[in-house]
């Protein structure tokens, strides 16, 4: 896209405005430097666009394609220049949190993708254990998605689809709808529980210290406009 114009904001609109790209910037700032992973947080996107958006990036020096340090295929991670997006990003989610806040569409509640978001937003250094399996089982979902587990292990967390084989330390059972809303700040832990939304079993330990590791969204406590 290409605007003919000198205009900086119309220069940068020219490498970052195309469909998905700034979201392609944010699964990097989130630590995705895989293919597969960025294909995994993006959702709908399809390998060929996300392929031509990570060749622009790469041409206009925002990311740089390197081998990846197993040996086997490419990593692709954030230049000076990609990095020093990180506040703009954070300004776009501050603002659409403010101003075009999401209204729950079927749509838009990706159980999948919700996930994802959920292991990156579990706060191991606050889990009062070093070793335990947190299941989340959603009403309403049917098939192989309506169970998903997170295990943590001295320090570090896996996302996974398949039953681990190991006793659960604590069941969240909820909705889809109910999880999204807690991660987005629009309800809150006692309220989801209070109205029976939220039914929490296992170790009461673990389900004592659940506000301070189940962490919602960086958005999440930035108001709707005209509050």
């Known amino acids: 896209m290409k605007y003919e114009q000198f205009c900086p904001v119309a220069k940068a609109s020219e490498v970052l405005t195309e469909r998905w790209t700034v979201l392609v910037v944010r699964e990097l700032l989130a630590g995705a430097t895989r293919f ?26 925002v990311v740089e394609r390197t081998p990846a340090e197993s040996g086997a295929g490419v990593e692709y991670r954030l230049t000076a220049a990609g990095a020093e997006l990180a506040p703009i990003v954070e300004s776009i989610g501050v603002w659409g949190q403010r101003w075009v806040r999401s209204r729950m569409t079927r749509e838009e509640l990706d159980v999948e993708l919700l996930m994802l978001h959920m292991e990156r937003a579990l706060d191991v250094d606050a889990f009062p254990q070093a070793h335990a399996v947190v299941a989340f089982v959603f009403s309403g979902v049917v098939g192989d998605k309506r169970r998903w587990w997170i295990l943590v292990d001295d320090g570090r967390k896996e996302l996974c689809m398949q039953a681990p084989g190991r006793s659960e330390d604590v069941r969240l059972s909820c909705s ?35 506000p301070r590791w189940l962490r919602p969204s960086p958005f999440a406590a930035v108001p709707p406009a005209g509050r």
């Not at 294909?39 to 622009?56: A, H």
């Not at 809303?181 to 989801?192: C, H, K, Q, R, S």
């Open 36 to 61: 597969s992973q960025l294909q995994r947080g993006l959702g709908r996107i399809s390998p060929s666009v996300l392929t031509e958006r990570l060749k622009s990036l790469v041409d206009h020096g």
């Open 176 to 210: 889809v709808r109910t999880l999204a809303e807690l991660f987005v700040g629009d309800t809150t832990l006692p309220a989801a529980i209070a109205e029976g939304r939220l039914v929490t079993e296992g170790t009461q330990r673990v389900i004592r210290s659940l």
